[in-house]
């Protein structure tokens, strides 16, 4: 992928059809992990009748998901009181729905915009915001799973099955990087 370059009220730059297919390729898991998310969702009958949309009120279990999905509030993790799960519950019912929602129209905007055979990308300012958010997340998801921390490596031993996937988190990083500046530019 060539960097990002700004050119009037767009930003611009190119993808080989390589590059297309694996941020395609993550940005679907990405959101097939939201959607199904939303279709765990129990239905609440006061909410149809209200219009009030309502979410889980419980963390996922699942890593990954926790992670795109943290907690709305924070839990003392030695002893938190009733109070505060009940607060914890109602935030996330609350917000978790806009947050998935919001997850998922960013990652749409990134599968409409990348060629999947590559090629040239022009993004309007709102895309590529768009294009930033969802490329922390699968950033976000793909750090996870790999388990990266500050104290990682650039690189590690080619024995070691994270190797790859690493490389693929610091290509992300780089793009995203890339878009920033021309954005800021």
């Known amino acids: 992928m ?33 959607r199904a998310r939303v279709e765990d969702t129990p239905q609440d009958e006061l909410a149809e009748l209200t219009g009030i949309r309502t979410g889980p009120t419980t963390s996922p279990d699942d890593p990954i998901l926790s992670r ?3 907690d709305f509030h924070r839990l003392d993790d030695d002893n938190p009181s009733k109070e505060d799960l009940d607060s914890a519950a109602m935030l996330r019912s609350l917000h978790e ?12 905007v ?7 055979n590559g090629g040239d990308l022009a993004l309007t300012p709102e895309q ?6 969802a490329l922390n997340d ?7 799973a790999i388990e990266v921390s500050e104290d990682m490596p ?6 070691d099955p994270r ?7 610091h290509w992300l990083t780089w793009v995203q990087e890339s878009l920033v500046q021309a954005l800021s530019s």
């Open 2 to 34: 060539k960097p990002w370059k700004r050119s009037g009220g767009t930003v611009t730059a190119h993808i080989d059809r390589q590059e297309a297919a694996v941020l395609r390729g993550l940005v679907s898991q990405v959101d097939d992990m939201l």
């Open 154 to 159: 650039d690189e590690l031993p080619d024995d």
């Open 128 to 133: 590529a915001d768009a294009w930033l958010s």
């Open 163 to 169: 190797s790859p996937h690493l490389s693929v988190y």
């Open 97 to 108: 729905p806009r947050l998935l929602e919001a997850k998922v129209g960013v990652a749409a």
């Open 138 to 144: 699968v950033r976000l998801a793909l750090g996870t």
């Open 68 to 70: 795109l999905l943290p």
């Open 110 to 116: 990134v599968l409409e915009t990348c060629p999947a």
